[in-house]
């Protein structure tokens, strides 16, 4: 989780507004910190908490700070990344809506989106299937689709992603491209092209 992200969430709310119907924002969640139950270190702690001030300093945004009384704090941001895909596996919007739901929990709720229980809970109230989603969570293998004009496409033909120190380990299986799929590409791209082309560098700089 970014406290930044959390800061400038009112920005990025109005750019998505102000982005042309052709332009579609893409999530992508960075892992960082693996799955831990070791409790966060007081120095890292002290830094995240000073971190905090700073965001609200700089763009105002309110943090929560009952959470780090409340909460047992771990530096493991992999299950709220999971919890994005598992959100996005039930419903293409749903993955933002984990995104924003988790910000919230942890920000202004104090809750630990580190916890499988905070993750699942936040699971229903934004109405998805919490059954699925337990599942999908836990799940150590991901679904890699091919993206064409923001669209995800699940082809079914599929290899897999391993880990490069150890090959038996499979981190996720992501669909191929076939000539159908490339052919929506190059039309989608010669779509995005119309507008693209006439655009001004101050407005491709903006996006």
Known sequence: MCSWCWGFQPILTQVKAALPNEVQLVYVMGGLARDSDEPMPEEIQAYVKG????????????FNFDFWEVCQPRRSTYPSCRAFYAAKAQCEDSGVLMFEAIQRAYYQEARNPSDTETLIAVAGEIGLDVDRFEVDLKSEVIEIPVIIGGKEIFTGNTSTNVMPHNHKHVLANYHMAGPKEIAQAIEASLEAWKTWSVMTWESRVAI
């Open 51 to 62: 971190a905090w001030r700073q965001v609200t300093a700089e763009t105002s945004a309110s």
